[in-house]
């Protein structure tokens, strides 16, 4: 069989093959000098591809709350509320903080809302955990477009909103978080209505040097009795420099609990070269009762011009004169405003809260009712609902709620100075209340006790004996 004649196809491809095999050659660098004219359009290629890489489109955009921009846009006001609710967060407290913010909230609405419009409160729950608490806190801002954020127990998850807050610029009031970081790292978004660590831990040497030598033997000397699982703590560490910062001589004895036998630790206290000013049982549950009156027992109380401060669970008046029938001159000491120190709102709040919980609220139940209607008293001031308007409202707070009167001394116009005011000032309340109240008499309901101090809240002059 004849072999076949090429086809034009064949005859096509035959010529693509030498076109590009001439194509290859020509790309071939050579040394020839008649290429240098060219270096000009080459020149202007990337000067045209400039512009290419710095296209702002390429950026994405900030993440923006969706607060509306005016009253007139808003159908509602929003506020998130970020709690323990469920474990392994401190859900008692979380409950605590959810009834007294549904009270405010209910309130506000009965009595017609902020600006006319219905308060909504949308919590969510941290579980303690602040890695959730800060996903929650970005939903609040970019979902649920809430005007502020209150609530948070704990302190890891308050630190977690906080620096969530300030960056997607939310106005937010810690009501019950206490580490000094949350407000000495200087967000201008975040307030705090709760005392921080170190007011706790300066409140007994404050009180000291104010009562100053009580058994007039020319020293003031303090004993503190602390749960020795405890004594290696940053609060004893704190306590005992505020101590030394106001010259009160002090020797912390640690006791090993539970017991119900202290003459040991009361021994040691006999044998002291000096008779203390003031005895602190810094020690949980009813231990510290039984304490109190094994030292009384020794021959040492205010008969002999020494103080015995007690824990909060002295204020359980019946079982406290039960245990302690001597306990006359007794002081108690106290976290959140005292039937004698609230407002009258405050002791609306009070009876209702008990309808609930059938108890006198807890200071971060007070934190919490309030810190709505310091919302609602800053959007009533704002002139819109954004975060930096409403931020700028709460730094001009100056208004007497549930737990007394709220403003705010150190902001971004009088920033605290490190040293007569520390970095934790910084929007901080200052008057959160931190008390010593005094059974002045025996068998006195604890209810009718007198605050002795601080002097903002004082009832009585201090201290009581009769």
């Given at each position: 069989?004849?072999?076949?004649?090429?086809?034009?196809?064949?005859?096509?491809?035959?010529?693509?093959?030498?076109?590009?095999?001439?194509?290859?050659?020509?790309?071939?660098?050579?040394?020839?000098?008649?290429?240098?004219?060219?270096?000009?359009?080459?020149?202007?290629?990337?000067?045209?591809?400039?512009?290419?890489?710095?296209?702002?489109?390429?950026?994405?955009?900030?993440?923006?709350?969706?607060?509306?921009?005016?009253?007139?846009?808003?159908?509602?006001?929003?506020?998130?509320?970020?709690?323990?609710?469920?474990?392994?967060?401190?859900?008692?407290?979380?409950?605590?903080?959810?009834?007294?913010?549904?009270?405010?909230?209910?309130?506000?609405?009965?009595?017609?809302?902020i600006r006319g419009l219905p308060v909504r409160l949308i919590?969510?729950?941290?579980?303690?955990?602040?890695?959730?608490?800060?996903?929650?806190?970005?939903?609040?801002?970019?979902?649920?477009?809430?005007?502020?954020?209150?609530?948070?127990?704990?302190?890891?998850?308050?630190?977690?909103?906080?620096?969530k807050a300030a960056n997607l610029d939310m106005p937010l009031?810690?009501?019950?978080?206490?580490?000094?970081?949350?407000?000495?790292?200087?967000?201008?978004?975040?307030?705090?209505?709760?005392?921080?660590?170190?007011?706790?831990?300066?409140?007994?040497?404050?009180?000291?040097?104010?009562?100053?030598?009580?058994?007039?033997?020319?020293?003031?000397?303090?004993?503190?009795?602390?749960?020795?699982?405890?004594?290696?703590?940053?609060?004893?560490?704190?306590?005992?420099?505020?101590?030394?910062?106001?010259?009160?001589?002090?020797?912390?004895?640690?006791?090993?609990?539970?017991?119900?036998?202290?003459?040991?630790?009361?021994?040691?206290?006999?044998?002291?070269?000096?008779?203390?000013?003031?005895?602190?049982?810094?020690?949980?549950?009813?231990?510290?009762?039984?304490?109190?009156?094994?030292?009384?027992?020794?021959?040492?109380?205010?008969?002999?011009?020494?103080?015995?401060?007690?824990?909060?669970?002295?204020?359980?008046?019946?079982?406290?004169?039960?245990?302690?029938?001597?306990?006359?001159?007794?002081?108690?000491?106290?976290?959140?405003?005292?039937?004698?120190?609230?407002?009258?709102?405050?002791?609306?709040?009070?009876?209702?809260?008990?309808?609930?919980?059938?108890?006198?609220?807890?200071?971060?139940?007070?934190?919490?009712?309030?810190?709505?209607?310091?919302?609602?008293?800053?959007?009533?001031?704002?002139?819109?609902?954004?975060?930096?308007?409403?931020?700028?409202?709460?730094?001009?707070?100056?208004?007497?709620?549930?737990?007394?009167?709220?403003?705010?001394?150190?902001?971004?116009?009088?920033?605290?100075?490190?040293?007569?005011?520390?970095?934790?000032?910084?929007?901080?309340?200052?008057?959160?209340?931190?008390?010593?109240?005094?059974?002045?008499?025996?068998?006195?309901?604890?209810?009718?006790?007198?605050?002795?101090?601080?002097?903002?809240?004082?009832?009585?002059?201090?201290?009581?004996?009769?």
């Amino acid at each position: 069989m004849p072999n076949p004649k090429p086809g034009i196809a064949t005859t096509c491809l035959i010529a693509c093959l030498l076109l590009l095999a001439c194509t290859a050659t020509v790309q071939e660098p050579t040394a020839a000098p008649t290429l240098a004219p060219v270096t000009v359009p080459v020149t202007v290629e990337v000067t045209r591809i400039v512009p290419q890489q710095v296209i702002v489109e390429t950026t994405p955009t900030p993440p923006q709350a969706c607060v509306p921009a005016t009253f007139e846009d808003a159908q509602a006001i929003n506020i998130g509320a970020i709690l323990p609710l469920s474990s392994p967060g401190s859900l008692l407290n979380g409950f605590a903080m959810q009834t007294a913010l549904n009270i405010a909230v209910t309130e506000l609405n009965e009595a017609g809302g902020i600006r006319g419009l219905p308060v909504r409160l949308i919590t969510y729950d941290s579980a303690g955990q602040p890695e959730q608490a800060a996903a929650y806190a970005r939903r609040l801002i970019m979902e649920d477009c809430v005007a502020a954020i209150t609530g948070l127990y704990h302190n890891r998850t308050a630190l977690a909103v906080a620096e969530k807050a300030a960056n997607l610029d939310m106005p937010l009031i810690v009501a019950g978080a206490s580490a000094d970081s949350v407000t000495a790292a200087q967000y201008r978004q975040v307030f705090r209505i709760a005392p921080t660590d170190t007011m706790l831990a300066n409140m007994p040497a404050k009180w000291l040097a104010e009562v100053g030598d009580y058994n007039q033997d020319g020293m003031l000397f303090v004993v503190p009795i602390i749960d020795s699982r405890t004594a290696d703590s940053a609060h004893w560490q704190r306590m005992q420099a505020a101590f030394d910062e106001f010259a009160i001589r002090h020797e912390i004895l640690p006791v090993d609990l539970p017991s119900s036998d202290f003459s040991s630790v009361i021994a040691r206290i006999v044998t002291l070269e000096h008779l203390p000013d003031a005895i602190f049982i810094l020690t949980g549950g009813e231990d510290a009762l039984e304490m109190h009156a094994q030292i009384l027992a020794s021959g040492i109380g205010p008969q002999k011009n020494t103080l015995i401060i007690s824990n909060e669970s002295a204020l359980d008046s019946d079982l406290f004169w039960r245990l302690v029938p001597d306990g006359a001159g007794a002081v108690v000491g106290h976290m959140g405003p005292w039937a004698k120190t609230v407002s009258p709102q405050g002791q609306t709040f009070a009876i209702k809260y008990a309808q609930y919980m059938g108890r006198w609220p807890e200071a971060h139940a007070f934190a919490a009712y309030d810190s709505v209607y310091l919302i609602a008293d800053a959007l009533e001031r704002s002139s819109t609902p954004t975060g930096p308007d409403v931020i700028a409202a709460l730094r001009l707070a100056n208004v007497t709620l549930a737990a007394g009167r709220y403003h705010f001394p150190y902001t971004a116009d009088k920033p605290p100075d490190g040293v007569t005011a520390p970095d934790f000032m910084w929007q901080q309340w200052p008057d959160a209340p931190m008390l010593y109240l005094q059974y002045a008499e025996p068998g006195q309901p604890a209810n009718e006790m007198p605050v002795i101090w601080p002097q903002i809240y004082r009832t009585a002059d201090a201290p009581v004996i009769r």
